[in-house]
């Protein structure tokens, strides 16, 4: 069966082997604070799977984009002000 599951997105982030990413977005926390970048997966629940560390860079536009990854979405905050855009380090 296959679900999808949603995960704040640190420097490093634990995630199923099998996951897929779908989404990328902001989103604000309960308090109403700090908006964090969040991304929903699809994992397959019917195949056992180890958890990884995946190395996540978060840039701005106009910015370097990192060696040796690949490009995963953009997230737009709710008022507009900021776009940041996430890229996932190949081959970790």
Known sequence: MRKVYKY???????????????????????????????????VDTYIVTCTKHCKFHIICTGDPVPENSEYIGTAINDEKTYVLHLYKEKGI
């Open 8 to 42: 704040e997105v640190e420097q490093t982030t634990w995630l199923p082997e099998n996951h897929k990413i779908l989404h990328v977005a902001f989103m604000k926390p309960a308090d109403g604070l700090v908006e964090s970048i969040h991304i929903w997966c699809e």
